[in-house]
């Protein structure tokens, strides 16, 4: 596949992942866009279906082989669990967590909040509770 086709694609998953469904994601898979290719900004589809509480969509990118801790962006955006963590977004934090986003994953690739540090920014108790039970260190939250 061209570069250009690829970009295209890449653009059109990000978009799909924020504000289409599952079915839109699938075929675009199936033509070739790449789970974790991110768009001209550097946002990866994952990101996108994690900053907007798109559960489904977040279960379909990462059965496909997304991973649940790529850092997104190009310094303005994060992990997705930071992503879903910081709105709230309770049932997409449960679906990367039981993929395997790390709780205590900082990200600035490392060196920024974790999820439970943006948790702690809004009023979100079950998130926090969430977070807790997968191993999430409460001191961690000072970044």
Request: negative net charge; contains cysteine.
């Amino acid at each position: 596949m061209n570069r250009r086709r690829q970009k295209k694609l890449s653009k059109r998953l990000v978009e799909a992942a924020t504000f289409g469904d599952s079915d839109e994601i699938n075929a675009l898979l199936r033509a070739g866009a790449g789970p974790e290719a991110g768009d001209t900004e550097g946002t990866t589809p994952l990101y996108a279906a994690s900053v907007h509480g798109a559960a489904d969509n977040v279960l379909c990118l990462l059965k496909a082989g997304a991973s649940p801790d790529t850092e997104s962006g190009r310094g303005a955006e994060g992990t997705p669990l930071c992503a879903a963590a910081c709105w709230g977004h309770t049932e997409t934090v449960r679906a990367l967590l039981a993929h395997g986003a790390d709780p205590d994953l900082r990200e600035d690739h490392g060196t920024g909040r974790s999820p439970l540090a943006w948790a702690m920014t809004g009023p979100h108790p079950e998130t926090i509770a969430l977070l807790l039970a997968a191993g999430a260190r409460p001191y961690d939250h000072a970044a």
